[in-house]
């Protein structure tokens, strides 16, 4: 199996279906594609059936090229990221794994347009985060949510309006940035430096005033991140958390149990905002982003620094926080809900807390004169909720302190 091959494979997969987003190779199944979330089969010509050992293999290492690091780390650690161009028409991010004795190979289509703020019709706090002059902006949700393309339009919107120098940390490079208003160098990981950690010192040497760092994997990362944030920079970084509480959290576990008392100081020092993010299928085809928003407000810094109890969570105080455009899932997803984007079951599988959401159903349902739900059901359900809301809230608070 030739490289002309391996190509003819990726331009096939990619002509297969509307909006593919991944492509998987994994031994014992076909050729597959995923489109709006779901994976589908691929029919090739000449004809290829479940994939043997060999094919995977020798996919994966026509992607790899002979690079010795990458190998390394495929052997090693068990996976390996690298980028993949298919000339002019597409670029990947590339995870080969092993699984079983097999090497499995996921393609990630990046798209190569840089989008904006106005077109992702994302709220005004994206550009008021993009005119922060210093501290910490995280971007919370699980992998395939879409952080990636919410910061590079939030460094889009940079670029347009001021004159800096932006450093760049990822893995690998997904946009490529054009030099506008802002002076970009863009460095990807194994290529132009070894860790993020590392990548991130250099930066400080490098006369950035922004600063973004692809994943925070690690207590460095992070301890560096924070100290670029401290002394004057704008760092822009993800964490595969699901909401903002939890980001607050795995951020403190970082630390030893006797570091985190600073740790906390810190964070109120630094953090300006955390965005969590979730993917839900939209009415008539596609995905549809929903977005929970928290901005520094006193009542924020208070919670960073003595914890969620009963009385107090992250939850509350976002849902509390629109004058300063804060905003819960729940919140996001009910405005969806509203404007016909998503199904009533939609909306119910991917909320935070189920009776908040059902409660809204039922106040859109009334206004458009539609049957609405059983308000006793309702009412046991909060109960319920609230009970576990708190005593999660009570785990959270134990496991940093």
């Not at 005119?131 to 992998?143: I, P």
Request: glycine residues 8%; neutral net charge; proline residues 2%.
């Amino acid at each position: 199996m030739k490289k002309a091959e391996i190509d003819y494979w990726i331009a096939t997969m990619l002509d297969a279906y509307d909006g593919v987003s991944d492509l998987n190779i994994t031994v014992g199944k076909t050729l597959q594609v995923e489109t709006n979330g779901v994976l589908m089969p691929v029919t090739i010509e000449p004809t290829i059936g479940e994939l043997s050992p060999f094919q995977s293999e020798t996919f994966a290492l026509n992607l790899i090229g002979g690079d010795r690091r990458i190998l390394r780390d495929l052997i090693q650690n068990g996976s390996c990221d690298i980028s993949y161009a298919l000339g002019d028409k597409a670029r990947f991010r590339v995870n080969i794994f092993t699984q079983k004795g097999y090497i499995t190979t996921v393609l990630r289509k990046l798209d190569t347009a840089i989008p904006t703020i106005e077109l992702l019709q994302f709220p005004q706090a994206f550009v008021k985060m993009a005119r922060e002059l210093n501290g910490l902006v995280l971007f919370a949700g699980a992998t395939g949510s879409g952080k990636t393309t919410s910061l590079a339009a939030v460094l889009n919107r940079i670029n347009e309006e001021r004159a800096v120098h932006v450093v760049t940390l990822e893995d690998p490079i997904e946009y490529i940035h054009p030099q506008r208003t802002a002076t970009f160098n863009q460095r990807e990981l194994g290529t132009d430096f070894s860790t993020f950690a590392m990548g991130l010192r250099a930066a400080l040497r490098q006369a950035p005033k922004v600063i973004l760092v692809g994943e925070m994997r690690d207590r460095e990362t992070m301890d560096v991140a924070l100290t670029a944030a401290e002394t004057g920079h704008l760092v822009f970084s993800t964490l595969h958390t699901i909401d903002a509480g939890q980001t607050i959290n795995r951020i403190l576990a970082m630390f030893e149990h006797a570091e985190q008392e600073q740790a906390r100081h810190r964070l109120v020092d630094t953090v300006r905002w955390i965005v969590g993010q979730r993917l839900l299928p939209r009415v008539g085809g596609g995905r549809v982003v929903a977005l929970e928003i928290l901005s520094a407000s006193l009542r924020v810094r208070d919670l960073i620094l003595n914890g969620e109890s009963e009385e107090r969570s992250f939850y509350n105080v976002i849902k509390e926080g629109g004058a300063m455009a804060m905003r819960t899932f729940d919140q996001s997803i009910l405005d969806l809900y509203g404007r016909g984007m998503i199904t009533a079951d939609t909306a119910i599988h991917f909320c935070t807390q189920r009776s908040e959401i059902n409660r809204g159903i039922d106040r859109i349902r009334a206004e458009r004169g539609e049957m609405t739900s059983n308000l006793t059901n309702l009412a046991v359900e909060r109960d319920e909720e609230e009970n576990n809301q708190h005593a999660a809230a009570r785990r959270r608070t134990a496991m940093t302190r």
